[in-house]
Every structure is written in C-alpha cells, then in structure tokens.
C-alpha cells in the first residue's frame, strides 16, 4: 500500500502546486483558474443544473457507441475468428487503422449525415469498435482446443458453442476490449463535440473558450476528467472481481 | 455390439500426409470394459476422436448403436479428456449442470441429478468453487461428473489420470469402475499404464507402434466385482509381462531404436 | 504470395467506396476514380503545397518533441520498480482522457499558432510512448543484467549491447504508437484554433461543403498514414522477431 500512498500523495502534491502557482500569480488567472475555483465552479454548475441536458446528451451518445461497439465488435470478432481466410485478408486493416486520424472522417460523416448527434456517435463507434474487433479475437484465439471438443461432445452447433463456450472463455479479454471501447467513446464523442456540434459537454467548453469564460471552460474540463477516471477505476475494478475467480487460488 | 470399428484408418491430411491410425478392427460389447494401451505417439487419442466422431475416419466404417458415425458425436456418447476440460467461468455445480441446463431440463431435475453427481464424485464440498480452486484431480472429477449426469452409454476416456499421482490414480480406478458397474456404460479407456488398464479392464487392446493397429485383445477375465486389490491375484503379474512383451518392441520402434 | 492479402483488402475498399458513391450521390460522395484525380490537381496547386509544410512542420516537431519527452519519463519509470508503479495507472489514466478537452488549455498557455499546434501533437504522443518504454525496460530478462554483471561488462556497453537490443522491440512499439497519435493530435489542433495546415483546410472545405475537396484531403491523410505505419509495423514484426 506504499504505492496508493505515494500515488495519492503525488496527485495531491501537484494539485496542491498549481493551487499555489495560480493563487501566487505565477500562471496567470486568464491562462489557468487554481483548481479550487474550477472545483467551485463546477459544483455551481452541477447544482444549478445548467448543462444537464448537455451532460445527458454526451452520456448517451456515449452510451450508444459504447453498446453499438461491442455489439458489433464481438459479432465480427466471433465471425472473423471462425473464418481464417478472411481474417487474413482484414489483417492489414486491423494493423493500421489505429494509424488512420479517424477525425478526418468527421467532416465527410458531416456532410452525409448533417448536424445531430449521429456524426459523433460514428466517430465513437468507429474509434471503439477496432479495439473491441481485435481483443475479441485475441481472447478467442486462446481458446483451449479441448473446449472446443467438449462442445462438440455435448453436440452444441456453432452459435451455441460460441455463446456458451468460446466466448464465456474469452471474457476476460473481451472485457479489456470494453474497457478500451469506454475510452475510446468518451475521446471519440466529446473531441467531436468540441469540432462541431450544437450541444455536449465538449461543444459548451469549446463554446465557453470562445467566450473567454474560463471559470465554466475549467469546471466542465475537470468534470470530463473525473467522470472518465472514475468510469476507468470502477471498471479496473469490477474486472479484478470478475477475474479473482478464474485465477488460481 | 454396442460399438463397431471396421477397417477404419484416419490420415492426417496435409502436404506431408501422416499416416496415424490403423487399419483398426474392434467391436465393443455393451456393458464391457475396454482399455487401450500403446507406445507413445501410437495414435491412441486419434483412435479416441474417430470413436467420438471427433474427427472424420479416412477409411473405414464407425457404427455406434448400429448407426453409422462420420464427423459428428453422437448422441449417448460421453468423452473425459486428458487435459482439464472444466469451464473456468462456472462453479463445479454449474459446470456439472451444464448439459442438463442446455438439454431444457427443469431445474428440479437438475439439482436431482447434478447433486447426486456431486455426492458420487465427492465434490459436496467444492460445489460452489471454481476450477481454479480446485487441484487437478478435483478438476478430472468435475469433468467426469459432468459427463456422467447426462447418462451417456458410451464413456471415452483419453488418459484422464494422466497428471495425478499413483495413489490417487489407483483410488480413482477404484472410482472408475463404481462409475461403470452403476451406470452400466460400455467404457473405453486409453491408458500409458500399463498395470491400470490390466486391472480396470475385461478386455485390454495392445497397439502396435505408428501407424497404430492392435496388435493383440487379451481378455482378463476378472469378476465384474472388482477393485484395486486385484493387483494380489497371481494372473495380474503374468498379464501385465504378456502386455509388456508385446509392447516392449513397439515402444522401443516408437522412440525411433527399432 | 506475401502481398496477396493487402491487395485484396485495399480492392474491397475501393469497391466497397464506390458502391457507397453509387448508393449516395454526389449530394454527399465522390468516386475513388475522381478524388484521386482531385488530389492530384490540388498538389500541383501551388496554394497548397504551403499548408502541407506547415502540417509536416508542426507534426514533425510534435513527434519529434513526444519522442524525446516520452523516453526520458518513460526509461527511468521503468528502471526505478517503485516509482514505475506509483506512475502507471497515472500514465493510462492520461492514456484514456480526451486530450482534445485539454486543447484551449494549450491554447491560452501557448496561443494560437505553431507552438500550440505542436504542443497538442507532442502530448498526444508522449503518453503512449512513456507507457511502452516503461514497460519494455521493465520486461528486461533480470538474467540479462545478471550475465553483463558476470561478464563484468562495463555501464556504456551494457546499456549499448544489452539494454537497447532488449528494449528496443517495444520502445519501436511506442514509437509507432506515438507516431499515429502525434498526427491525430497535429490534425486535431489545426482543425480549430489555426489558419494554415491540413487540419485547417479540412475544416474550411466542410464548411464550404466542398466534397471534392474533403475526399482529397482525406485520402492523402489516410494514405500517409496507413503508408508510413505500414513501414513502421515492417519494422516492428523484424524486430521482435529476433528477439
């Protein structure tokens, strides 16, 4: 536990810092607000209930890639794992899409689409579905081969055998792809919010930037922040649950 | 004959063709305890998976219950293989409730059969554990238990004792034959030991080298009543060297000396 | 034949394009045939080949800068076992935050223009780059170390033939990583908050509802970096297949 102690103690010393930089007048207050008034601000916000519908927007659209990604992601994952040649033939794609800036896609999704909440719902879903494609594969790849017996024995057909046994096996690595498909729907929906968009959280801290309003600009940056790291430490630690019973003991 | 084999040969297909399994001729009577012993690499499990319906026979014909068998399992057939086939993300009871639950069976039948399952196999205590908590041997019984509830007539067995240690191995043979005098399965089981199969079995198949064919069915004529301390009757000793004289060459071909 | 599969893949593309141009329109598409054509006119224009300098400019510092920064955190991290830990979940948490919140941050620090385009650039690829350097100089097989200390090799030629053979796999690793997210993040910062670059062009073409334009700029973006990590991916598998 000397490491939580450090780590916590780490966060808090440069919080504490940028506290005292910004209060002092070292890092100026048109540049960075000290994070006790971003923390103010943003409490301010929350309660006033001023950008709930923004917040509810952003959360859903994330929601849908999120759901959308895994759905689809472990579909094509199964399907691909089972039908070597056209995995292969994909191969290349799934080595190089990450390399691919996936924004850049953005204006042509604009103009096919039209402004609304589709366009960034896409990018969300397009950044999440590769991670969850490929971790699926992964975790079906080292299905143990007597498994894959057993459910003949037991005469399951291929859907069943997929549904009930080689993914079942797979799931803590299809978890690690759900884990990613999290982060990649936050970074995909809100950066495409902060590009363009009518509402969201990341289209009110592009909005407040443009109105030099940094006290809002602030709080709605920390909220993203937290929101995110909390979302990732609830699911680092559901998985350490889920995976303490598959592990020897 | 509850299971027939006649002429069958499984080549593994490929540029370099492998040559594993037969020309093999055998018939199973029902009931019967049937063990197979060979050198290392003789084709053994691939005699297994061709049984099973597994994996298809190159040539010959597979019957199982007077229908023939080619690519798919059939149904009465139970398999227990070598490595640990228990599924991680399942309690033992679930693991054990898992042909059950698939078939549609009502969960009172379930809790029925899995918990006397559970009972014969002694795993009354592991019930709610998981594999992973549980040592290999432990593991080998959830997998038998599971084959065992859904009452197969035909019980293959590739090396199940293979990881455990001699006492164990010898009280599970014990435990292997309850399982078959209850049940009244016919059971085929593959085996390197060569004192384990002489004791289990009422026929035992001595197979030749790569490509494996039998190169000698000797029967034991033990009692159906039998347990681990047949090993004292005088006939155990002179079986077992007939075994070991046939096999002796063979094993000595199969590391490459012959 | 070893590039049997890539052609297959990049002809499925182009036909799966096309019948999407056929189903869509002109109102929302461009065919494969015509945006080639459209790029090759734009980089004859003597207009645009000042923008792909600003972009190869800013990004080429971005990486350049992660690279550098990304290796200095991450090899010590990954020496020192405690502050390593301590460090880590830290490092994947920045991991997964969209950066592009963080973006008028770097704005109000650096303003609009180069330095701020290069800044976005340069975080969106250190993180990745630290991460993987971390782990790679933790991976080191500890019986390497205990052989050089055996062999009584001196620090330079342990770090020379034992420590950058070792690592270096996964640093390339990183790097190719870095190199991706550097050019997503230059991209980033130019499409708001600038006047020039390929990023801005991009936006500008959106908002004239220019299509032509918006296809050919895409497919030289995609085409660039799909090209160069395709090399770097070449590189990466040789490497870790000697180790």
């Not at chain 1, 589709?118 to 079906?140: R, S």
């Not at chain 1, 936050?186 to 959280?201: K, L, M, N, P, Y």
């Not at chain 2, 084959?147 to 007539?153: A, D, E, N, Q, Y």
């Not at chain 3, 019948?19 to 002109?26: A, N």
Request: overall charge positive; hydrophobic content about 55%.
């Amino acid at each position: 536990m000397k490491v939580l102690l450090a780590r916590t103690l780490l966060i808090v010393g440069a919080v504490a810092l940028l506290e005292i930089l910004c209060r002092l007048g070292v890092i100026p207050n048109f540049t960075v607000i000290p994070p006790s008034a971003m923390a103010q601000s943003l409490w301010k916000i929350l309660a006033s209930g001023k950008f709930s519908e923004d917040i509810a927007a952003t959360l859903t659209n994330v929601g849908i890639a999120i759901a959308a990604a895994m759905v689809v992601g472990v579909a094509l994952g199964t399907l691909l794992q089972s039908w070597p040649a056209a995995r292969r033939t994909f191969d290349p794609l799934f080595a190089t899409y990450y390399a691919v800036p996936m924004y850049a896609f953005y204006p042509l999704l604009l103009v096919i689409f039209g402004l609304g909440d589709f366009p960034q719902i896409a990018i969300g879903f397009l950044l999440a579905v590769m991670a969850v494609i490929i971790n699926t594969l992964n975790g079906l790849d080292r299905v143990p081969p007597v498994l894959l017996k057993t459910a003949r024995v037991h005469r399951l057909g291929l859907v069943s055998a997929a549904l009930r046994v080689r993914l079942p096996y797979a799931a803590p690595y299809v978890f690690t792809g759900f884990k990613l498909a999290v982060a990649y729907s936050f970074i995909g929906v809100v950066g495409a919010e902060f590009i363009t968009s009518s509402r969201g959280i990341g289209y009110e801290i592009s909005f407040a930037y443009n109105n030099f309003d940094n006290p809002v600009m602030y709080a709605m940056i920390l909220f993203i922040l937290l929101l995110v790291i909390s979302v990732n430490m609830s699911l680092h630690a559901w998985e350490k649950r889920l995976l303490a019973r598959r592990r020897r003991a | 004959m509850i299971c027939s084999l006649r002429g069958v040969t499984r080549v593994y297909p490929g540029e370099s063709a492998v040559h594993a399994l037969g020309p093999i001729d055998l018939e199973l009577a029902p009931g019967e305890f049937f063990a197979v012993v060979g050198p290392s690499g003789c084709g053994k499990s691939t005699l297994l998976d061709v049984m099973a319906g597994l994996a298809p026979a190159s040539a010959g014909q597979i019957s199982f219950e007077g229908k023939p068998v080619n690519g798919e399992v059939p149904d009465g057939v139970g398999v227990v293989f070598q490595e640990d086939a228990s599924f991680p993300w399942l309690t033992v009871y679930d693991n054990i409730a898992f042909g059950l639950r698939r078939a549609g069976a009502a969960e009172a039948e379930v809790a029925a059969q899995v918990g006397y399952a559970i009972e014969f196999m002694g795993l009354k205590e592991f019930a709610r554990a998981y594999p992973a908590q549980l040592s290999g041997g432990m593991r080998q019984r959830v997998c038998i238990a599971r084959t065992l509830v859904l009452k197969p007539r035909l019980i293959l067995l590739d090396e199940p004792f293979g990881a455990l240690d001699q006492q164990t191995r010898l009280l599970m043979g014990d435990e292997l034959l309850r399982l078959w005098r209850e049940t009244g399965a016919t059971v085929l089981l593959i085996t390197h030991a060569l004192d384990e199969a002489t004791m289990l079995a009422d026929r035992v198949g001595v197979m030749s080298a790569r490509p494996g064919r039998f190169l000698d069915i000797i029967a034991t004529g033990w009692p159906r009543e039998r347990d681990s301390t047949i090993v004292a009757n005088e006939s155990f000793g002179r079986m077992t060297s007939r075994i070991w004289k046939l096999l002796r060459g063979e094993s000595l071909r199969a590391m490459g000396h012959g | 034949m070893k590039f049997k599969e890539p052609i297959v893949l990049v002809a499925l593309l182009l036909i799966g394009w096309q019948l999407l141009y056929l189903i869509v329109g002109d109102v929302a598409l461009r065919s494969p045939f015509s945006t080639v054509q459209n790029l090759k006119t734009l980089l004859e224009d003597a207009r645009f080949l000042p923008h792909v300098r600003e972009t190869a400019l800013a990004f080429t510092q971005g990486f350049a800068i992660a690279v550098v920064v990304g290796l200095l955190i991450g090899v010590p991290l990954g020496a020192a076992r405690f502050a390593g830990e301590v460090a880590e979940p830290i490092l994947v948490a920045l991991y997964s935050i969209p950066k592009v919140t963080l973006y008028p941050v770097i704005l109000l620090i650096f303003g609009i223009g180069m330095p701020a385009k290069v800044a976005f650039g340069a975080i969106h690829g250190i993180v990745p780059i630290s991460i993987f350097a971390m782990n790679a100089i933790r991976n080191i097989n500890p019986t390497h170390l205990r052989t050089a200390r055996a062999m009584r090799l001196s620090t330079f030629d342990l770090i020379r033939t034992i420590l950058v053979p070792a690592a270096l796999p996964e640093i390339v690793t990183g790097i190719r990583v870095g190199f991706s997210l550097a050019l997503i993040g230059t991209l980033l910062g130019e499409m708001f908050g600038s006047q020039r670059g390929l990023g801005h062009l991009l936006m500008q073409a959106m908002s004239l509802h220019n299509i032509e334009r918006i296809l050919a700029l895409t497919l030289l973006l995609v085409v660039f970096a799909a090209g160069i990590n395709a090399l770097l991916l070449a590189l990466d598998r040789r490497l870790h297949a000697r180790v």
